[in-house]
């Protein structure tokens, strides 16, 4: 069975950080592309960050810079660093696997950026 279990989530002030940890279990992990998506309240899903099995990267404009997406394949797990955490970063934090036209997902961590 295949489960993506994300983990992490929280309550930060502007301009903290967060490690969110995505463990993947009934798959052949290192053959995946393994992708964060967030969704804001009120808004639609969207690409936050990427990471293709080779190790290619890739990050929404608005994170480049400040978010690091990252893998242990021997763990099973995808990482995402969140650096100087805006109030816009607020939304429900989504792992996802994907292979040619097979894609699995995770419930979601909830991230809340506030003072």
């Known amino acids: 069975q295949v489960q993506l279990v994300e983990s992490g989530g929280g309550l930060v002030q502007p301009g903290g950080s967060l490690r969110l940890s995505c463990v993947a279990s009934g798959f052949t992990f290192n053959r995946w592309r393994m992708t964060w998506y967030r969704q804001a309240p009120g808004k639609e899903r969207e690409l936050a960050a990427a990471m293709s099995s080779g190790g290619i990267t890739d990050y929404e404009d608005s994170v480049k810079g400040r978010f690091t997406i990252s893998r242990d394949n021997a763990k099973n797990t995808v990482y995402l660093q969140m650096n100087s955490l805006k109030p816009e970063d607020t939304a429900v934090y989504y792992c996802?696997?994907?292979?040619?036209?097979?894609?699995?997902w995770g419930k979601g961590t909830l991230v809340t950026v506030s003072s």
């Open positions: 996802n696997a994907v292979l040619a036209v097979i894609s699995y």
